[in-house]
């Protein structure tokens, strides 16, 4: 059974900085193209960073030069480094694994950006 948990949300002031994680259990996160997204209450899903099976990177133009999306193989683990946290980065953040026919989701992981 593939599950992916992830971890690593919490309150933080703007300015600050998170690092999620995505664990993967029951396959290796390495076969899949990775995604990020967030929700906010009453918005759209949005997509925030993706990491392909050949490591090529692709950001939202809102986190560009704030997020950086990577993995640890050896760790089996997908994570994101979030600096410079703004108050419309809160969100519920999900990842995602994407192969083919093959999709998995996390349960999320709430990010609070506030004074």
């Known amino acids: 059974q593939v599950q992916l948990v992830e971890s690593g949300g919490g309150l933080v002031q703007p300015g600050g900085s998170l690092r999620l994680s995505c664990a993967g259990a029951g396959t290796r996160v390495s076969v899949f193209d990775m995604t990020w997204y967030r929700q906010a209450p009453g918005k759209q899903r949005e997509l925030v960073a993706t990491i392909s099976r050949s490591g090529t990177t692709n950001y939202a133009d809102s986190v560009k030069g704030r997020f950086t999306i990577f993995r640890d193989t050896a760790e089996n683990t997908l994570y994101l480094q979030m600096n410079s946290l703004k108050p419309e980065d809160t969100a519920v953040y999900h990842c995602?694994?994407?192969?083919?026919?093959?999709?998995?989701w996390g349960q999320g992981t709430q990010v609070t950006v506030s004074s």
């Open positions: 995602n694994a994407r192969f083919g026919e093959y999709n998995f």
